[in-house]
């Protein structure tokens, strides 16, 4: 039972760290479309 549990938390908090990364990545990208959408309506 205890060794089961060790096994799981690492794959648990790598699982979450990529999952942060991913959601950061894809709000970055978003942000960055946005931003080009707001420049090329200031330019027209």
């Not at 794959?11 to 707001?38: D, P, R």
């Amino acid at each position: 039972m205890l060794i089961g549990a060790d096994q799981n938390f690492p794959f648990g908090g790598t699982s979450i760290l990529i999952m942060v990364g991913v959601g950061l990545n894809t709000v970055k990208q978003i942000n960055a479309q946005l931003e080009q959408h707001n420049y090329e309506g200031l330019l027209r």
